[in-house]
């Protein structure tokens, strides 16, 4: 497909063309969640059954997308997005509680965003492995994302005396890589563990990261 088809303009049942091609995005989306994150999968899904999934024709399909790999790649966007909002929130909620409990809370917040919801997790840590360069970069942005929001986190306790001043970003990084470590193996069964045990144990590697270096 050279490129997407001419979008339909103007009013039709009291709704602009805009809020129309959103709706059928969304449905594309919907459809990619359930079809990926679940059952068949990404790799076994065609356009024609991700159409079906949403309702709508391949013809609607290719005027939102080029390909299937730009349905996986909105919806990882989608669900970090979820995710850091969360994330967020928690650690707006926690202002001024001392670093230990603000970042319990944070994490608890993503983990509690990321795992409701099954396809969630095989989105964000199963089917975007390996696709392609360009999603492996997509991947590592996101991670890096998260990687600075602990740093900036670490940075502002250090300045009130609850974390060690010392640069964080490598253990960030480290920390982000057990998340989605053990988050994928978990997920594949290969963890013999809850979720609530595996969601402990990333508490206590983070609270390990931000505590100054002198606490027992």
Not at 103 to 126: H, Q, S
Not at 189 to 200: E, F, S
Request: net charge negative; charged share 25%.
């Amino acid at each position: 497909m050279a490129g997407r088809l001419a979008k339909p303009t103007g009013r039709y049942a009291g709704r602009s063309a805009e809020e129309r091609q959103a709706e059928r995005r969304q449905r594309f989306l919907d459809a990619g969640l359930q079809l990926f994150g679940d059952s068949p999968g990404y790799r076994a899904t065609t356009v024609a059954a991700l159409s079906e999934a949403a309702g709508l024709s391949t013809r609607q399909f290719y005027e939102e997308f080029r390909t299937l790999e730009d349905v996986l790649a909105a919806l990882h966007l989608q669900v970090n997005d979820w995710a850091e909002a969360a994330s967020l929130a928690a650690l707006a909620g926690a202002d001024g509680l001392p670093i230990a409990e603000r970042a319990a809370a944070t994490f608890r917040a993503y983990a509690a965003n990321v795992t409701g919801d099954p396809r969630r997790i095989r989105i964000t840590f199963v089917e975007i492995i390996g696709v392609s360069a360009r999603l492996e970069e997509q991947r590592l942005a996101r991670r890096s994302r998260w990687v600075d929001l602990i740093c900036a986190e670490a940075a502002a306790a250090a300045e009130r005396g609850e974390a060690a001043p010392r640069d964080y970003r490598i253990a960030a990084a480290a920390f982000i890589g057990s998340v989605n470590g053990l988050l994928h193996d978990w997920r594949a069964g290969w963890v013999d563990a809850t979720l609530d045990q595996v969601v402990d144990e990333l508490v206590q590697v983070l609270l390990g990261i931000v505590r100054p270096a002198d606490t027992a």
